[in-house]
Protein backbone atom coordinates (compact mmCIF):
# COMPACT_ATOMS: atom_id res chain seq x y z
CA UNK A 1 0.00 0.00 0.00
CA UNK A 2 1.33 3.41 -0.58
CA UNK A 3 1.21 6.58 0.70
CA UNK A 4 -1.43 7.45 -2.12
CA UNK A 5 -4.27 5.12 0.16
CA UNK A 6 -3.29 6.68 3.36
CA UNK A 7 -6.21 8.72 4.99
CA UNK A 8 -3.71 11.66 5.63
CA UNK A 9 -2.46 11.64 1.90
CA UNK A 10 -6.20 11.77 0.88
CA UNK A 11 -7.10 14.53 4.27
CA UNK A 12 -4.26 17.02 2.18
CA UNK A 13 -5.39 20.33 0.92
CA UNK A 14 -3.02 23.41 1.11
CA UNK A 15 -3.23 26.38 3.40
CA UNK A 16 -6.51 27.48 3.11
CA UNK A 17 -5.72 31.30 3.06
CA UNK A 18 -3.39 32.95 0.96
CA UNK A 19 -1.00 31.72 -1.88
CA UNK A 20 1.90 29.93 0.78
CA UNK A 21 3.82 27.64 -1.66
CA UNK A 22 2.37 28.46 -4.74
CA UNK A 23 3.48 31.38 -6.53
CA UNK A 24 2.74 30.16 -10.15
CA UNK A 25 -1.26 30.69 -8.85
CA UNK A 26 -0.65 34.44 -7.68
CA UNK A 27 0.63 35.57 -10.41
CA UNK A 28 -1.45 33.50 -12.85
CA UNK A 29 -4.81 35.11 -10.76
CA UNK A 30 -2.78 38.88 -11.33
CA UNK A 31 -2.00 37.90 -14.88
CA UNK A 32 -5.99 37.42 -15.87
CA UNK A 33 -7.16 40.40 -13.20
CA UNK A 34 -4.92 42.60 -14.49
CA UNK A 35 -5.50 41.39 -18.03
CA UNK A 36 -9.46 41.68 -17.79
CA UNK A 37 -9.58 45.56 -16.14
CA UNK A 38 -6.93 46.31 -19.14
CA UNK A 39 -9.62 44.96 -21.68
CA UNK A 40 -12.33 46.16 -19.69
CA UNK A 41 -11.67 50.08 -19.88
CA UNK A 42 -9.46 50.13 -23.21
CA UNK A 43 -12.05 50.45 -25.30
CA UNK A 44 -13.85 51.44 -28.49
CA UNK A 45 -16.65 53.00 -29.77
CA UNK A 46 -18.90 50.58 -31.05
CA UNK A 47 -18.69 49.46 -35.32
CA UNK A 48 -22.94 49.91 -35.38
CA UNK A 49 -25.56 52.32 -33.44
CA UNK A 50 -28.38 51.49 -31.76
CA UNK A 51 -30.73 53.02 -34.44
CA UNK A 52 -28.62 51.22 -37.20
CA UNK A 53 -29.33 47.91 -35.35
CA UNK A 54 -32.69 48.34 -35.17
CA UNK A 55 -32.85 49.26 -38.79
CA UNK A 56 -31.13 45.92 -39.84
CA UNK A 57 -33.83 44.32 -37.87
CA UNK A 58 -36.32 45.67 -39.83
CA UNK A 59 -34.79 45.43 -42.84
CA UNK A 60 -34.66 41.82 -42.14
CA UNK A 61 -39.08 41.36 -41.84
CA UNK A 62 -39.08 41.01 -45.63
CA UNK A 63 -35.90 38.79 -46.51
CA UNK A 64 -34.95 35.82 -44.84
CA UNK A 65 -33.91 35.66 -40.76
CA UNK A 66 -30.32 35.99 -39.50
CA UNK A 67 -28.48 33.06 -39.20
CA UNK A 68 -26.87 32.74 -35.15
CA UNK A 69 -23.47 33.81 -35.78
CA UNK A 70 -25.04 36.65 -38.19
CA UNK A 71 -27.07 37.77 -35.13
CA UNK A 72 -24.35 37.33 -32.76
CA UNK A 73 -21.82 39.38 -34.99
CA UNK A 74 -24.45 41.89 -34.84
CA UNK A 75 -24.78 42.44 -31.18
CA UNK A 76 -21.18 42.30 -31.16
CA UNK A 77 -20.80 45.23 -33.52
CA UNK A 78 -22.97 47.48 -31.30
CA UNK A 79 -20.92 47.08 -28.07
CA UNK A 80 -17.78 49.02 -27.34
CA UNK A 81 -14.79 46.86 -28.38
CA UNK A 82 -11.48 46.12 -26.52
CA UNK A 83 -8.37 45.98 -28.89
CA UNK A 84 -6.98 44.09 -25.68
CA UNK A 85 -9.56 41.35 -26.33
CA UNK A 86 -9.51 41.34 -30.29
CA UNK A 87 -5.72 41.01 -30.06
CA UNK A 88 -5.63 37.86 -28.39
CA UNK A 89 -9.05 35.93 -28.28
CA UNK A 90 -9.11 32.35 -29.87
CA UNK A 91 -10.63 33.37 -33.50
CA UNK A 92 -10.06 30.07 -35.83
CA UNK A 93 -9.99 32.14 -39.02
CA UNK A 94 -6.90 33.82 -37.40
CA UNK A 95 -5.32 31.21 -36.54
CA UNK A 96 -5.31 28.94 -39.11
CA UNK A 97 -5.75 31.04 -42.15
CA UNK A 98 -3.32 34.30 -40.83
CA UNK A 99 -0.81 31.81 -38.41
CA UNK A 100 -1.93 34.07 -35.50
CA UNK A 101 -1.09 30.49 -33.29
CA UNK A 102 -0.33 33.04 -30.12
CA UNK A 103 -4.08 33.55 -29.49
CA UNK A 104 -4.74 29.60 -28.86
CA UNK A 105 -2.99 30.69 -25.29
CA UNK A 106 -3.55 34.10 -24.96
CA UNK A 107 -7.14 33.44 -25.16
CA UNK A 108 -7.15 31.63 -22.06
CA UNK A 109 -6.31 34.91 -20.12
CA UNK A 110 -9.01 36.82 -21.48
CA UNK A 111 -12.78 37.51 -20.10
CA UNK A 112 -16.20 38.45 -20.82
CA UNK A 113 -15.85 42.17 -20.20
CA UNK A 114 -19.52 41.89 -19.30
CA UNK A 115 -19.95 39.65 -16.46
CA UNK A 116 -17.91 39.33 -13.22
CA UNK A 117 -18.89 36.29 -12.61
CA UNK A 118 -16.96 34.38 -15.64
CA UNK A 119 -13.27 35.46 -14.77
CA UNK A 120 -14.56 35.50 -11.10
CA UNK A 121 -15.39 31.38 -11.25
CA UNK A 122 -12.60 30.95 -13.49
CA UNK A 123 -10.00 32.50 -10.61
CA UNK A 124 -11.97 30.85 -7.83
CA UNK A 125 -11.31 27.47 -8.99
CA UNK A 126 -7.61 27.76 -9.69
CA UNK A 127 -7.47 28.97 -6.48
CA UNK A 128 -8.82 26.34 -5.04
CA UNK A 129 -7.55 23.12 -6.62
CA UNK A 130 -4.37 24.68 -8.46
CA UNK A 131 -2.34 25.84 -5.36
CA UNK A 132 -2.38 22.04 -4.10
CA UNK A 133 -1.45 20.59 -7.52
CA UNK A 134 1.40 23.60 -7.48
CA UNK A 135 2.94 22.14 -3.98
CA UNK A 136 2.61 18.66 -5.31
CA UNK A 137 4.19 18.95 -8.75
CA UNK A 138 6.50 21.80 -8.74
CA UNK A 139 5.88 25.67 -9.95
CA UNK A 140 8.12 24.81 -13.09
CA UNK A 141 5.63 21.41 -13.78
CA UNK A 142 2.40 23.50 -12.54
CA UNK A 143 3.08 26.41 -15.02
CA UNK A 144 3.79 24.24 -18.19
CA UNK A 145 0.77 21.78 -17.32
CA UNK A 146 -1.55 25.23 -17.22
CA UNK A 147 -0.02 26.32 -20.47
CA UNK A 148 -0.44 22.96 -22.21
CA UNK A 149 -4.26 22.22 -21.07
CA UNK A 150 -5.33 25.61 -22.17
CA UNK A 151 -3.36 24.86 -25.27
CA UNK A 152 -5.72 21.66 -25.79
CA UNK A 153 -8.79 23.43 -25.08
CA UNK A 154 -7.34 25.94 -27.30
CA UNK A 155 -7.34 23.11 -30.07
CA UNK A 156 -10.24 21.40 -29.82
CA UNK A 157 -12.58 24.54 -29.85
CA UNK A 158 -9.93 25.53 -33.46
CA UNK A 159 -11.36 21.56 -34.25
CA UNK A 160 -14.82 21.79 -33.48
CA UNK A 161 -15.03 25.20 -35.66
CA UNK A 162 -13.04 23.82 -38.32
CA UNK A 163 -15.78 20.62 -38.56
CA UNK A 164 -18.78 22.68 -37.59
CA UNK A 165 -17.83 25.77 -39.54
CA UNK A 166 -18.45 28.08 -36.86
CA UNK A 167 -16.44 30.68 -36.33
CA UNK A 168 -17.73 32.98 -33.18
CA UNK A 169 -14.24 33.76 -31.35
CA UNK A 170 -13.85 32.58 -27.73
CA UNK A 171 -12.11 33.80 -24.97
CA UNK A 172 -11.69 32.24 -21.40
CA UNK A 173 -9.18 30.08 -18.86
CA UNK A 174 -11.98 27.47 -18.33
CA UNK A 175 -10.41 24.79 -20.25
CA UNK A 176 -7.22 25.37 -18.67
CA UNK A 177 -9.00 25.72 -14.91
CA UNK A 178 -11.08 22.36 -15.93
CA UNK A 179 -7.63 20.67 -16.85
CA UNK A 180 -6.75 21.43 -12.98
CA UNK A 181 -10.10 20.22 -11.70
CA UNK A 182 -9.74 17.39 -13.70
CA UNK A 183 -5.68 16.48 -12.33
CA UNK A 184 -6.93 17.30 -8.77
CA UNK A 185 -9.76 14.89 -8.75
CA UNK A 186 -7.22 12.02 -10.55
CA UNK A 187 -5.68 12.66 -7.12
CA UNK A 188 -8.47 13.13 -5.00
CA UNK A 189 -11.43 11.56 -6.49
CA UNK A 190 -13.32 11.20 -3.36
CA UNK A 191 -12.81 14.99 -1.87
CA UNK A 192 -16.29 16.09 -1.67
CA UNK A 193 -16.89 20.14 -1.95
CA UNK A 194 -19.76 21.78 -1.99
CA UNK A 195 -20.74 22.17 -5.56
CA UNK A 196 -22.10 25.59 -6.18
CA UNK A 197 -21.51 26.57 -2.29
CA UNK A 198 -24.76 24.16 -1.42
CA UNK A 199 -24.83 20.61 -2.62
CA UNK A 200 -21.97 18.38 -1.05
CA UNK A 201 -20.44 16.82 -4.34
CA UNK A 202 -17.03 14.42 -4.52
CA UNK A 203 -14.86 15.39 -6.99
CA UNK A 204 -15.46 12.29 -9.56
CA UNK A 205 -19.07 12.97 -10.03
CA UNK A 206 -18.70 16.49 -10.41
CA UNK A 207 -15.96 15.83 -13.02
CA UNK A 208 -18.12 13.50 -14.67
CA UNK A 209 -20.76 16.24 -14.65
CA UNK A 210 -18.59 18.86 -16.53
CA UNK A 211 -18.26 15.82 -19.22
CA UNK A 212 -21.44 15.30 -19.70
CA UNK A 213 -22.71 18.78 -19.52
CA UNK A 214 -19.78 19.85 -22.53
CA UNK A 215 -19.74 16.56 -24.48
CA UNK A 216 -24.14 17.07 -25.28
CA UNK A 217 -23.57 19.96 -27.07
CA UNK A 218 -20.45 19.42 -29.07
CA UNK A 219 -21.82 15.99 -30.31
CA UNK A 220 -25.01 18.26 -31.41
CA UNK A 221 -22.46 20.24 -33.23
CA UNK A 222 -21.08 16.96 -35.03
CA UNK A 223 -24.52 15.74 -36.24
CA UNK A 224 -24.68 19.07 -37.53
CA UNK A 225 -27.05 20.67 -34.92
CA UNK A 226 -26.87 24.58 -33.92
CA UNK A 227 -26.18 24.87 -30.52
CA UNK A 228 -26.69 28.92 -28.83
CA UNK A 229 -25.12 29.02 -25.49
CA UNK A 230 -21.80 30.98 -25.52
CA UNK A 231 -19.86 28.75 -24.05
CA UNK A 232 -17.05 27.01 -25.67
CA UNK A 233 -18.41 23.39 -25.16
CA UNK A 234 -15.17 22.10 -26.68
CA UNK A 235 -12.47 23.97 -24.94
CA UNK A 236 -14.16 22.76 -21.52
CA UNK A 237 -13.64 18.99 -23.30
CA UNK A 238 -10.12 19.64 -24.95
CA UNK A 239 -8.63 20.68 -20.76
CA UNK A 240 -10.42 17.75 -19.33
CA UNK A 241 -8.74 15.52 -21.55
CA UNK A 242 -5.66 16.64 -21.23
CA UNK A 243 -5.67 16.79 -17.61
CA UNK A 244 -7.33 13.06 -16.72
CA UNK A 245 -4.29 11.85 -19.47
CA UNK A 246 -1.62 13.87 -17.63
CA UNK A 247 -2.63 12.71 -14.35
CA UNK A 248 -3.37 9.23 -14.94
CA UNK A 249 -0.25 8.23 -17.11
CA UNK A 250 2.29 10.19 -14.76
CA UNK A 251 3.27 12.67 -17.91
CA UNK A 252 5.83 15.65 -17.11
CA UNK A 253 6.67 18.29 -18.85
CA UNK A 254 9.68 19.85 -17.32
CA UNK A 255 11.97 17.03 -19.09
CA UNK A 256 10.04 18.37 -22.54
CA UNK A 257 10.72 21.69 -22.17
CA UNK A 258 14.42 20.64 -21.03
CA UNK A 259 15.04 19.35 -24.88
CA UNK A 260 13.47 22.00 -26.56
CA UNK A 261 15.91 22.93 -29.43
CA UNK A 262 18.02 26.21 -29.43
CA UNK A 263 17.49 25.88 -25.29
CA UNK A 264 20.67 26.92 -23.54
CA UNK A 265 22.67 24.17 -21.63
CA UNK A 266 23.33 25.86 -18.53
CA UNK A 267 26.11 23.69 -15.93
CA UNK A 268 25.30 23.43 -12.80
CA UNK A 269 28.25 24.32 -10.53
CA UNK A 270 29.80 21.15 -8.39
CA UNK A 271 28.10 20.43 -5.18
CA UNK A 272 29.13 18.50 -2.59
CA UNK A 273 27.74 15.11 -2.30
CA UNK A 274 25.42 14.66 0.22
CA UNK A 275 21.98 13.85 1.35
CA UNK A 276 18.95 15.35 -0.23
CA UNK A 277 17.26 18.28 1.65
CA UNK A 278 13.82 16.38 1.11
CA UNK A 279 14.93 13.34 2.31
CA UNK A 280 15.61 14.64 5.33
CA UNK A 281 12.08 16.40 5.66
CA UNK A 282 10.53 13.27 5.01
CA UNK A 283 11.98 11.42 7.68
CA UNK A 284 11.42 14.06 10.24
CA UNK A 285 7.52 13.89 8.54
CA UNK A 286 7.59 10.35 8.95
CA UNK A 287 8.56 10.54 12.74
CA UNK A 288 6.00 13.01 13.82
CA UNK A 289 3.44 10.70 11.97
CA UNK A 290 4.97 8.18 14.42
CA UNK A 291 4.55 10.06 17.32
CA UNK A 292 2.08 12.43 16.89
CA UNK A 293 -0.41 10.74 14.23
CA UNK A 294 -1.15 12.23 10.86
CA UNK A 295 -3.67 14.67 12.02
CA UNK A 296 -0.74 16.80 13.89
CA UNK A 297 1.36 17.63 10.34
CA UNK A 298 0.94 20.84 8.84
CA UNK A 299 0.36 21.94 5.48
CA UNK A 300 3.99 21.89 4.47
CA UNK A 301 4.24 18.44 5.81
CA UNK A 302 1.45 16.72 3.85
CA UNK A 303 2.81 18.41 0.85
CA UNK A 304 6.11 17.23 1.74
CA UNK A 305 4.58 13.53 1.70
CA UNK A 306 2.34 14.20 -1.50
CA UNK A 307 5.63 15.10 -3.26
CA UNK A 308 7.69 11.79 -2.25
CA UNK A 309 4.89 9.86 -3.02
CA UNK A 310 4.91 11.06 -6.69
CA UNK A 311 8.27 10.74 -7.05
CA UNK A 312 8.00 7.50 -5.46
CA UNK A 313 5.27 6.05 -8.03
CA UNK A 314 7.56 7.61 -10.79
CA UNK A 315 10.58 5.75 -10.17
CA UNK A 316 8.82 2.19 -9.34
CA UNK A 317 6.93 2.81 -12.33
CA UNK A 318 9.48 2.76 -14.55
CA UNK A 319 11.25 0.11 -13.42
CA UNK A 320 7.99 -1.76 -13.28
CA UNK A 321 6.69 -2.43 -10.02
CA UNK A 322 3.28 -1.00 -8.59
CA UNK A 323 2.51 0.72 -5.51
Known sequence: MGLYSRDYYREFSASP????????????????????????????????????????FAAQKDQEPLTEEEMQQLFRDSQRTSPVQEWGELDTEKVVHQGQVWRL??????????SVFHILLNMIALYWFGRTLEIMYGSREFLLFYLAAALCGSAAF?????????????IGASGAVLGVMMLYTVHFPCEEIFYCFFFPMQMRWLMALYAVVDLHPVLLG???????????HAAHLGGL??????????WRLAPLADHVPGRRERAAPARPARRPADANDLDRVLAKISESGADSLT?????????????LKTRNRSDGRHI
Open 222 to 232: LAGDRYAGGVA
Open 241 to 250: AFGFLYGWNQ
Open 105 to 114: VTSAFLHARG
Open 299 to 311: AAERATLTAASAR
Open 158 to 170: VGLDLVTGSRVPA
Open 17 to 56: WGFDGAPVVKWLVVLNVVVFLAALMITRPPKVSEREMRDR
